[in-house]
């Protein structure tokens, strides 16, 4: 479902934005010492629907990267810290290149609960490491991890409701060709 495609100045506007989007929403979510609450994956996931896997990368990696550089410095860990959202953005983007969320919808559930449990796994591995490697202790990790997986599997339910409607709006606003157009286009490719 690439609606950037042919389109250059089109998919620079949407990354960028999304990116500085990424940006606001990691800086205003709700950090505690055990989970934090956010929504920033909604942009990544969002530039991977509408312009793929690499474009899903690249918001992902860049977006946390200024978050954690603006949050936190940078430490020898930052690059771990980024890999989470650039490899959501790389898995949403994989398995819905050239398909549309509004009309696989089983795949695009799973898809979003299935990346959304990978990026915890991941940061739970990288909490455990950065605590190994600045001698903090990791007990609160492990006890942490069904909050943060409680907390994954309700934001994931929070995309699955948004981007169809994001994606709903690009047609309207006739950036993004409807359902039947790319039916049309594959079937007569």
Request: with cysteine; hydrophobic share 55%.
């Amino acid at each position: 479902m690439n609606l950037v495609k042919n389109r250059p100045v089109l998919r620079l506007v949407l990354c960028g934005v999304c990116l500085a989007l990424y940006f606001i929403l990691s800086i205003v979510s709700i950090n505690t010492q055990v989970i934090k609450i956010t929504i920033d994956a909604l942009p990544v996931i969002f530039i991977a629907i509408v312009c793929g896997p690499i474009d899903g990368l690249a918001v992902g990696l860049l977006g946390s990267f200024f978050a954690q550089l603006y949050l936190y410095g940078l430490t020898v860990t930052t690059p771990l810290w980024i890999l989470p959202a650039g490899i959501r953005g790389l898995i949403v983007g994989l398995m819905f290149y050239h398909k549309d969320v509004r009309v696989h919808k089983i795949r695009w559930i799973l898809t979003v609960i299935i990346s959304g449990l990978i990026v915890t796994g991941i940061n739970t591995g990288v909490i455990i490491l950065d605590a190994k490697i600045f001698k903090y202790p990791t007990q609160i990790t492990y006890i942490s991890t069904f909050m943060r997986v409680l907390t994954n599997i309700v934001t994931s339910l929070i995309y699955i409701y948004l981007v169809p409607l994001l994606t709903n709006a690009l047609v309207k606003a006739g950036l993004l060709k409807p359902v039947e157009e790319n039916a049309k286009e594959k079937v007569g490719a």
